[in-house]
């Protein structure tokens, strides 16, 4: 589909000059502002709708499988079809029904298509669009996605159907949300939004909520205890919570009192602001919170095995092994509040749809995926949606050869666990930053100091012990927040931007605080073994992080800094392992740098020069590297031979540090004796000796 989404005109006031398709409802193509007559054969209106969303050309084979149930001639049913849609489609200087080979595409460049504008707006994030373009939106959904158009022994067809349609009814209640949060409190469309959205999505507690609000602001109290019983009842029926929308309600209630209510509309209160705000399972620190979906197990190119859908009772596959060991992991990085797996399998046993048992279990974000097994291949699809805005934040196929099933299951388990991790925090950084400083929580506060932390430099570094510091204080039980105010104090000794000694014993200080918070928290452990290596105590570094990878294989932080200081005076083998892990675990880490950086230097202890230049070249390239990086590259390429590019680097790092020399460098790290011989050796050969 992004394809079509990136070349397609958006039109969302119907049918203009040209062509238009609407998919948003049943099928209809308007050209010129009439109505085509389409041919009644349901798989040609199917064949066109598959087409139209797919992302590239598709085999012919795929397409007889997805239509045809076994018919005398698939494949001449298949030309038929493509023949008419040529006759409706294709222009006199234009062929949109493409084929090549064995696939076929359509070409819809210069076409306004209603699905493509709603997609298109998903992809750049619904919570960016202003009110005129929402109304826009909303409009063009006049029903479900292909409307009607379910074919009856076409089951591979009708999956592909359901979950369209489940897309795009997360994007319309997406739409629906921000608007009725822009929209002003006496609008006429308010109550058909608020009743469109309740439909979609019936246990929405945020849709109660605002729906509640509404009525409040109106004076109609008596209308909100009716709905509160009604909603309280069907919430009962499906055996969920409904405390969150009556404590909403409570608040709602006392602060507008009943007679204020009725004479005037009110602000919104607290809990039912634009953002809905509920209660959350972490509401101290506000943490963001995931729910992972059971996996579906695919065979083949068709379906689940044997035909089980998200709501077959029969599990226990490796689709939900992986699922639950997906959990685990992601629980063990206590990065943020995760569902626990009876929750997510009991919603699935109810044939609830991702989004949906999203909303209804109040989180962020939902990872959802597949697990396909064929031709001596198993394939694993990830999608991680955030809920509110139904945006995809990331999505990957992760494929390999089973020579033994569950190593190749845990090595993609690792993939998907660390990447999940990774674009969350991503994501809630970038977020925090576009927050005004006063308004930030502690989770906020925390990421923002992330992203500060990340920049490297020394007043970047000072700004993010500020937010560290403002997430600690609104959240005293806070160890990961403990744990990067440790991080800041290691930069400064590191680089030389404060006392080391002073800065040493501030990094151990607040590293033990977060142990004392949370000593199953593996970035604790972390922290303390970074700081225990400032103070010279290698055994204990070591013990620390061992602990952090041990409570959480999947911490990349964990390995990278085993890595760190194997790659010194432990042992460089093991350095080159860890470093090696902890890329594969976080390949786009912002501290990549440090991961190439030491496995260069694990090389040269181990006499590969030339290896420990090209991985140090490589640790220098990152966009972040910092002057101490820049300085292994020097050392390793002038080890190397490579005199000429060694210079470069000791020139590019006296610019800034202009009496830089060996005994900086070495008096940086802890390195065993002949390590630091070898490095004095290089140091000589480009004039920093």
């Known amino acids: ?118 997609a298109s707006a998903a992809a750049r994030g619904i919570e960016t669009l202003d009110l005129e373009r929402l109304q826009a939106l909303s409009r063009l959904f006049v029903g479900d996605f292909l409307d009607g158009l379910e074919i009856d022994r076409s089951p591979h067809f009708n999956s592909w159907l359901i979950a369209q349609r489940r897309r795009f009814s997360s994007w319309h209640v997406a739409i629906l949300e921000h608007l009725v949060s822009k929209l002003p409190a006496d609008a006429d469309e308010m109550s058909a939004h608020l009743e469109k959205w309740l439909e979609l999505n019936p246990f929405d507690e945020r849709a109660h909520v605002a729906l509640l609000t509404s009525l ?32 909403a309600w409570r608040t709602i209630r006392s602060e507008r009192p009943a007679a204020t209510l009725r004479a005037q509309p009110a602000l919104l209160p607290a809990a039912a602001q634009a953002s809905i705000v509920l209660p959350h399972p972490d509401t101290a620190t506000s943490k963001a919170s995931l729910a992972v979906m059971p996996f579906v197990e695919e065979t083949g190119i068709g379906g689940p095995r044997g035909g089980r859908s998200r709501g077959d009772p029969s599990r226990g596959g490796l689709a939900d092994g992986l699922t639950h060991d997906i959990i685990t992991r992601l629980a063990k990085l206590r990065d943020f509040f995760v569902i626990a797996r009876g929750s997510v399998f009991a919603l699935a046993e109810k044939n609830i749809a991702p989004e949906d048992a999203g909303r209804r279990l109040n989180v962020d974000y939902v990872a959802t995926g597949t697990v396909r097994s064929q031709a001596g291949r198993v394939a694993v699809s990830v999608e991680l949606v955030e809920v509110r805005t139904a945006r995809i934040v990331w999505a990957e196929t992760f494929e390999r050869r089973p020579d033994d099933i569950f190593a190749v299951l845990d090595d993609i388990g ?25 308004s930030l929580n502690a989770w906020e506060a925390y990421h923002r100091g992330l992203w500060h932390m990340y920049r490297f ?10 937010f560290f510091d403002m997430a600690l204080k609104l959240d005293p039980t806070f160890a990961r927040a403990y744990a990067g105010l440790s991080f800041t104090h290691w930069q400064n000794a590191f680089q030389r931007w404060g006392d080391r000694d002073q800065e040493s014993a501030l990094a151990y200080e607040t590293a033990g605080q977060s142990l004392l918070v949370d000593d199953h928290n593996p970035a604790a452990h972390w922290a303390m073994g970074r700081a225990l290596w400032l103070r010279g105590e290698q055994d204990g570094s070591l013990i620390e992080l061992e602990r952090a990878v041990d409570l959480s294989p999947n911490f990349a932080l964990g390995h990278y800094a085993l890595s760190f200081v194997h790659s010194q005076s432990g042992d460089p083998n093991a350095a080159i392992g860890s470093s090696d892990h902890s890329r594969h675990l976080s390949p786009f880490d912002p501290l990549l740098f440090g991961m190439l950086g030491a496995r260069a230097m694990a090389h040269v202890r181990l006499g590969q020069f030339e290896e420990a230049a090209e991985w140090a070249l490589k640790a220098a390239a990152r966009p972040n590297a910092h002057a101490i990086i820049l300085a292994i590259a020097a050392h390793c390429l002038a ?29 940086t790290f802890r390195f065993e004796p002949d390590a630091a011989a070898l490095f004095r050796q290089g140091a000589k050969r480009i004039g920093l000796g």
């Open 216 to 247: 409040a602001r109106r004076g109609q109290i008596a209308a909100c205890e009716d709905h509160l019983a009604s909603a309280a009842q069907l919430f009962a029926s499906e055996d969920l919570d409904f405390g969150p929308v009556r404590e």
């Open 1 to 118: 589909m992004e394809t079509h989404v990136e070349s397609a005109r958006s039109s969302l006031d119907g049918a203009a000059a040209g062509l238009s398709v609407r998919l948003l409802g049943p099928l209809t193509v308007i050209r010129d502002g009439a109505t085509v007559q389409l041919p009644a054969s349901r798989k040609l209106r199917a064949l066109f709708a598959y087409l139209a969303l797919a992302p590239h050309a598709v085999g012919r084979s795929r397409l007889c499988e997805l239509l045809w149930d076994v018919p005398n001639d698939p494949r001449g049913e298949l030309r038929w079809c493509l023949s008419k849609l040529r006759g409706i489609f294709d222009e006199p200087d234009r062929h949109r029904i493409e084929t090549s080979g064995d696939t076929v595409a359509l070409d819809l460049k210069g076409v306004s298509v209603d699905a493509f504008d709603v």
């Open 414 to 438: 690792d993939s998907i666990v660390s990447s999940i991790s990774a674009e969350i925090e991503m994501v809630e950084r970038n977020r925090a930053m576009l927050k005004a400083p006063s």
């Open 457 to 466: 430099t020394r007043t970047e570094n000072a700004q993010a012990r500020h």
């Open 639 to 667: 080890l190397a031979g490579r005199l000429d590019e060694a210079r470069t680097f000791a020139a590019a790092i006296r610019k800034t540090l202009p009496n830089y020399c060996a005994d900086d460098f070495i008096g």
